[in-house]
């Protein structure tokens, strides 16, 4: 499952940051996942909640915000979103999306949406911050 995978690997980020900031408990993980990684927000959510069990994570909210995938033609110049921003299924249209929706041309570039990044995490120290 690569939902799975990606989770162990953004806990394992977390844990060894909150380690490094003598955490005894984190409250929160803020992520930012693109839409062009194909990470399931939900399925992400649940295998992290799996693997945080037993740890200092454990219990912790989970926030997930979407990023759209922006394109950069390289025949118009044009820079920005790969298809109709009202349209989800985003798994379907893939392949027409990275045509140029100014000039139609094939020649684009991904430039955005390609990221899985953790944004903040929130925890709670010995001292209480």
């Known amino acids: ?55 200092i994570a454990e219990g912790a ?3 997930i915000k979407r990023s759209r995938a922006k394109i950069r033609c390289e025949r118009c110049g044009y820079e920005g979103a790969t298809r109709n921003e009202d349209t989800e299924d985003h798994y379907l249209t893939f392949m027409y999306t990275l045509q140029c929706r100014k000039c139609g041309s094939m020649k684009t570039q991904v430039i955005g949406g390609k990221d899985c990044n953790i944004k903040s995490i929130k925890v709670r120290t010995e001292s209480g911050k």
């Not at 993980?29 to 799996?50: A, C, K, R």
């Open 1 to 55: 499952m690569h939902e799975f995978s990606a989770a162990q690997t953004i806990l394992n980020t977390v844990l060894t940051v909150a380690q490094e900031h003598r955490a005894i408990k984190i409250l929160r993980v803020d992520l930012e996942i693109g839409e062009l990684t194909f990470l399931n927000p939900e399925q992400l959510e649940f295998s992290l909640n799996i693997l945080m069990e037993g740890t």
């Open 61 to 63: 909210f989970v926030g």
